[in-house]
């Protein structure tokens, strides 16, 4: 149970740093005040209306406004993630420095197994216990 915890909240750290410093941009085209088309870091698709002819006749030409118009909303993550240890004060460097001392000597295993009851012998039974008191296992 602890291991999956642990292992859940690490993926969720993951992802919460994987969101935070991806950049992305959203591109919509609408036609009048409709949405048409609406895409992630790619251009939004025309619906073709923008694409008029054009006459050869440059006297004949009037100029209209197009219905369609383009937005991008360009989403900025952040850059910056990397500190360096010199721009900490010393009392954040002293916490830092006895954090990892203690962390890495928390999982410093034993050399020997301790058994303190090990130099006494164990005690002399005069009578059994288990008749007198008439506890049985079953």
Same mark, same amino acid.
Do not use: R
């Given at each position: 149970?602890?291991?999956?915890?642990?292992?859940?909240?690490?993926?969720?750290?993951?992802?919460?740093?994987?969101?935070?410093?991806?950049?992305?941009?959203?591109?919509?085209?609408? !036609?009048? $005040? @409709?949405? +048409?088309?609406? *895409?992630?870091?790619?251009?939004?698709? /025309?619906?073709?209306?923008? #694409?008029?002819?054009?006459?050869?006749?440059?006297?004949?030409?009037?100029?209209?406004?197009?219905? !369609?118009? $383009? @937005?991008? +909303?360009?989403? *900025?993550?952040?850059?910056?993630?990397? /500190?360096?240890?010199?721009? #900490?004060?010393?009392?954040?460097?002293?916490?830092?420095?006895?954090?990892?001392?203690?962390?890495?000597?928390?999982?410093?295993?034993?050399?020997?197994?301790?058994?303190?009851?090990?130099?006494?012998?164990?005690?002399? #039974?005069?009578?059994?216990?288990?008749?007198?008191?008439?506890?049985?296992?079953?």
């Amino acid at each position: 149970m602890k291991k999956s915890f642990h292992k859940i909240i690490s993926l969720t750290m993951a992802l919460l740093v994987l969101f935070s410093t991806m950049s992305f941009s959203m591109n919509m085209h609408y !036609c009048g $005040d @409709k949405l +048409v088309d609406f *895409k992630i870091m790619k251009e939004a698709v /025309s619906c073709g209306m923008d #694409l008029q002819q054009t006459p050869n006749n440059c006297e004949n030409t009037i100029t209209t406004k197009s219905c !369609c118009s $383009d @937005k991008t +909303v360009v989403v *900025k993550g952040h850059d910056d993630l990397k /500190s360096s240890f010199d721009s #900490l004060s010393l009392e954040h460097q002293t916490f830092v420095a006895a954090f990892v001392y203690t962390y890495v000597n928390l999982f410093e295993g034993l050399d020997e197994q301790i058994i303190p009851f090990k130099d006494y012998s164990p005690p002399v #039974l005069i009578k059994d216990i288990q008749l007198l008191d008439q506890t049985f296992l079953i």
